[in-house]
């Protein structure tokens, strides 16, 4: 054996040696045993290597994000973008009509709406509470009823002559609901708002709500709504 091959063998030996007072220390307690080779972090290196290392442990976290961050986004362009409302008009018949309906009659009315809000634009809604009287109306009537209750810029009314009736029930101390004058609309007012329903010709009327004496007289803007709503009422005549 050569002088080369026996001081590897010794090598060899040694290491070996080594390796197995190692093994009885760490059975014995004396040393931690060291992780196994699946065990140990493998660090990415390359740039693909940290992408897919990425990917893999924040891949659905990022995903998450990303939507709610669209979602958010969306939201607030909307709400920058949605038309301030002026005022409302609660439209409330015994004959249901669709919210195209509506929309024409807003964008008539809005015509002589003045900017109550001062954002360069006249504005007005009108919400839709037609429905069927032989009908479950519930829903429709919680509607109007909240906006009676809390909507100060909700003063003009749209009603027929059966729904007219109704408010014969919000009497408060023998006090109309509404002022003493309504407007029959007229011929025009169907055209111009492309109101095409013939049981509907000639049966609209429109009215301002009396709020003298009610909490919505107290509230602080009550009186630039009032004196918009008499506006358009006065220019149906």
């Known amino acids: 054996m050569s002088k080369k091959q026996e001081s590897e ?41 940290k992408v897919i290392n990425y990917w893999y442990h924040f891949g659905k976290l990022t995903i998450v994000s990303v939507l709610i961050f669209i979602f958010m986004s969306v939201a607030v362009v909307q709400c920058i973008n949605k038309p ?22 807003g964008k008539y009315l809005s015509k002589y709406c003045k900017d109550v809000n001062n954002d360069g634009e ?23 009823q909240a906006m009676i209750a809390a909507d100060s810029n909700a003063l003009l009314f749209i009603t027929d002559d059966e729904s007219i009736k109704y408010f014969d029930n919000l009497k408060s101390n023998n006090k109309e609901f509404f002022e003493k004058n309504s407007i029959k609309l007229s011929e ?5 708002a492309d109101i095409d329903i013939d049981n509907l010709k000639n049966t609209l009327s429109l009215r301002i709500r009396d709020i003298g004496d009610t909490l919505i007289e107290k509230e602080s803007d009550s009186k630039k709504y009032y004196e918009a709503s008499k506006e358009i009422f006065n220019a149906m005549k």
Do not use: H, W
């Open 9 to 49: 063998t010794i090598r060899q030996q040694k290491l070996a040696r080594e390796e197995f007072i190692k093994l009885k220390k760490m059975q014995s307690g004396e040393m931690e045993t060291e992780p196994k080779p699946s065990d140990v972090a493998i660090v990415p290196k390359t740039f693909k290597e």
């Open 84 to 105: 301030k409302i002026d005022l409302y008009v609660i439209y409330f018949t015994y004959t249901p009509v669709t919210d195209d309906v509506t929309e024409n009659i």
């Open 122 to 144: 006249s504005n007005v809604t009108v919400v839709n509470c037609s429905c069927n009287k032989n009908s479950n109306n519930s829903t429709v009537l919680t509607k109007m």
């Open 188 to 192: 025009s007012f169907y055209k111009d």
